[in-house]
């Protein structure tokens, strides 16, 4: 099973978005717990996650947070991204047989356009990052952004794809 975390500021919509794509793999008995990491949100965002059934930690030390999670796997993903059909059984298939971290692959429908691809700098987070919980704990250090724990691992591609939240602000 995975703990689901996503890291936030005022981002009610995006979160909204990502809570109801990953409804799925929660019925399916993938998800654990998904667990929100808010940095001083003044919308709406606590109480959409308590109505989601999500914790909601307010300027959590990422390493703590870490330790506690549920899951032997961690999924790191920006509000606003979305799995896309197939990411449950990929991702169970991966957690069974591998022991490296992975990523999703963009979606090939929700593309931004050429230019902008690559106009901008990449979010480490932006196609998810699915690790083991081991090598999260080794990794994140107090003060630590989720952005960071993701950057610099060495990652597999899984088969399935996500819809990136750089795509949903373009919307």
Not at 25 to 54: K, P, Q
Request: hydrophobic share 45%.
């Amino acid at each position: 099973m995975i703990s689901v975390l996503i890291e936030c500021k005022d981002q009610e919509k995006p979160l909204a978005v990502t809570l109801a794509a990953l409804v799925h793999g929660a019925v399916e008995g993938l998800i654990a717990e998904v667990i929100i990491l808010d940095r001083g949100s003044r919308d709406n965002t606590a109480l959409l996650a308590d109505a989601a059934g999500c914790r909601f930690l307010e300027d959590p030390d990422l390493r703590d947070v870490v330790r506690s999670t549920r899951g032997d796997w961690l999924l790191l993903i920006e509000p606003g991204a979305r799995p896309l059909i197939g990411w449950i059984d990929h991702i169970g298939q991966h957690i069974m047989s591998g022991q490296m971290s992975a990523r999703m692959r963009p979606s090939r429908e929700y593309r931004l356009p050429f230019l902008q691809r690559f106009r901008r700098r990449l979010s480490a987070l932006e196609h998810g990052v699915l690790i083991p919980k081991r090598q999260a704990i080794a990794n994140a250090k107090s003060g630590q952004s989720l952005e960071s724990l993701g950057r610099g691992l060495a990652m597999t591609r899984l088969k399935c794809e996500i819809v990136p939240a750089s795509v949903l602000a373009l919307q």
